[in-house]
């Protein structure tokens, strides 16, 4: 039976580059939600003020 071990240090590497990467996802959607709320606000912007004429 072949048993893989790993040390502390890999295990605390390979959290940390994960956290990272899950860190940039969200930094990433929360970005994204950003750019639609405003592309969509500007849109309701414009066609309200094109119903206002």
Same mark, same amino acid.
């Given at each position: ?6 040390t502390g240090k ?5 959290? @940390?580059?994960?956290s990272k990467?899950?860190?940039? &996802?969200?930094?990433? *959607? &929360? %970005? ?6 405003? *592309?969509?606000?500007?849109?309701? @912007? %414009?066609?309200? *003020?094109?119903?206002? &004429?």
């Amino acid at each position: 039976m072949y048993i893989n071990t790993i040390t502390g240090k890999e295990i605390e590497q390979l959290s @940390n580059r994960y956290s990272k990467i899950i860190f940039i &996802y969200l930094l990433e *959607i &929360y %970005c994204y939600y950003i750019v639609l709320e405003v *592309i969509i606000l500007n849109n309701l @912007n %414009c066609t309200l *003020i094109l119903r206002a &004429y």
